[in-house]
């Protein structure tokens, strides 16, 4: 074991931090011997743990570190690093500006969090903490880390989300100055859901892909989260496809379109635009559709928000609930 002496420059202060390269995996100092080095950087006024900018750190690093901090969260989503890469490109994640905590000591990342920067705004994501450092103030670092850098870019507000159960998560939320707002339901059709009511007609049927379908979606109107942002769709608009469907009926005007993203498996961000008629019935309708075009693929909504009247439409045609985030917003 080899005692390694680090200068990082922190806000223009040089801090000395002792760290050990660890010979073995599963190599643990004693608690005597911790204590000592503890003793050591408090009479030095030196911190345990650091806050590094996550862009130091290889895409492998991050994943591993993420997986290991969400391994007994709520809902793990645990992550490859190809799909680390691609959350990273698709959200805009600004890897300067997000950090890492390391735990000096033991020479380990403790902690990350990821921050999706945009123009006037942020965005906190892909938050964690690995067990044995809970209860520590290293959450309450992370954030505070991140709302600094958000402050840096230049952002008027930070937003995030947590899963409605996860108390500890949305305690610190709340402890941190983000205020609560809606509730978001993230809502899963598997294929085998048996289609409601008669498929109707085909006729009066329109079809488009790519930028055709990103179209579309700037006619949406109300506050899009970070994950329904056009920002995002534009990243992935080469996978967007759109359907829109008009009939006029004797008990009223059915008009409507549902864009998604193909992943040749799943329908992803499954989204209803309604131009004409009744909202839940429309939807009804244009999911139907999609699953009689689709009748193998599983669909994901995400981010609907709880009070949205469509949502009955998805339920009608077989959507049940995952779970639910509350959406945090902070002004800065």
């Not at 205020?179 to 079809?207: F, M, S």
């Not at 559709?289 to 693929?297: D, G, N, S, T």
Request: glycine share 8%; net charge negative; aromatic share 8%.
């Amino acid at each position: 074991m080899a005692l390694v002496r680090n200068v990082l420059d922190n806000e223009k202060k040089a801090v000395l931090l002792y760290t050990f390269k660890m010979t073995t995996d599963d190599f643990r100092p004693s608690e005597s011997f911790v204590r000592a080095i503890n003793e050591q950087l408090d009479q030095f006024n030196l911190d345990r743990v650091v806050s590094l900018p996550a862009s130091r750190y290889s895409i492998d690093e991050l994943t591993e570190a993420y997986n290991t901090a969400r391994a007994d969260y709520v809902i793990p989503m645990p992550m490859s690093p190809a799909q680390f890469q691609e959350y990273i490109e698709v959200y805009d994640i600004n890897l300067s500006a997000s950090c890492v905590i390391v735990d000096t000591v033991m020479s380990r990342i403790v902690g990350l969090g990821l921050l999706g920067v945009r123009s006037g705004r942020c965005w906190i994501s892909r938050f964690g903490v690995i067990p044995v450092s809970r209860k520590s103030g290293i959450g309450q670092l992370i954030m505070e880390q991140l709302a600094k850098s958000a402050k840096q870019y230049g952002a008027n507000e930070i937003t995030m989300e947590m899963i409605s159960t996860y108390e500890a998560g949305n305690a610190l939320a709340e402890q941190m100055g983000f205020k609560a707002g809606r509730e978001l339901i993230i809502g899963r059709r598997p294929p085998e859901t048996t289609l409601h009511g008669p498929p109707g007609p085909l006729e009066g049927v329109t079809h488009v892909q790519g930028k055709e379908a990103l179209n579309w979606l700037k006619e949406r109107g109300g506050r899009m989260d970070w994950h329904n942002d056009l920002t995002t769709f534009q990243h992935i608009a080469e996978r967007l496809e759109g359907i829109e469907y008009h009939e006029e009926k004797d008990d009223g005007v059915i008009h409507g379109r549902v864009i998604f993203e193909d992943r040749k498996l799943q329908l992803n961000r499954v989204t209803v635009q309604v131009i004409a008629g009744d909202s839940v019935r429309v939807t009804e309708g244009m999911l139907n559709l999609l699953h009689i075009l689709y009748p193998r693929r599983d669909a994901i909504v995400e981010n609907i928000d709880a009070k949205d009247i469509r949502w009955a439409g998805y339920e009608a045609v077989g959507f049940f609930e995952s779970f639910r985030r509350i959406e945090y917003i902070k002004k800065l």
